[in-house]
């Protein structure tokens, strides 16, 4: 089992800065995947960003490369996204998962991947 609690979101202007956490429970967080994916209303949810075991494969969804940094701390069992020079249509509910395949060499875009999610939390951009 895999409890995943966000927290981070809120409202900011564009180009503001948001800082969005994720807390995992589970022996195994060492070992697998995480990633962001969020969801704007009346779409699908989207990927934004994963990381795999060892922080060697950090892919981003090309709309928030350069502006959003993935990152975990192995000892806080946190992964965390930071999320710079924020654009309106980045607003959405961000979603941290698990994709719980073992020391993967790359991390994950497909939302498939993914068996356990956490409950989001709404990022909103103002104009």
């Known amino acids: 089992q895999v409890q995943l609690v966000e927290s981070g979101g809120g409202l900011v202007q564009a180009g503001g800065s948001l800082r969005l956490s994720c807390a995992a429970s589970?022996?195994?967080?060492?070992?697998?995947?995480m990633g962001w994916f969020r969801q704007a209303p009346g779409k699908e949810r989207e990927f934004v960003a994963a990381i795999n075991w060892s922080g060697g494969s950090t892919p981003y969804a090309d709309s928030v490369k350069g502006r959003f940094t993935i990152s975990r701390d192995i000892a806080k069992n946190t992964v965390y996204l930071q999320m710079n020079s924020l654009k309106p249509e980045d607003t959405g509910v961000y979603y941290c998962a698990v994709d719980p395949t073992l020391y993967s060499s790359s991390a994950s875009r497909s939302k498939a991947s993914y068996d356990y999610w956490g409950q989001g939390t709404q990022v909103t951009v103002s104009s």
């Open positions: 589970g022996r195994t967080f060492r070992s697998v995947t």
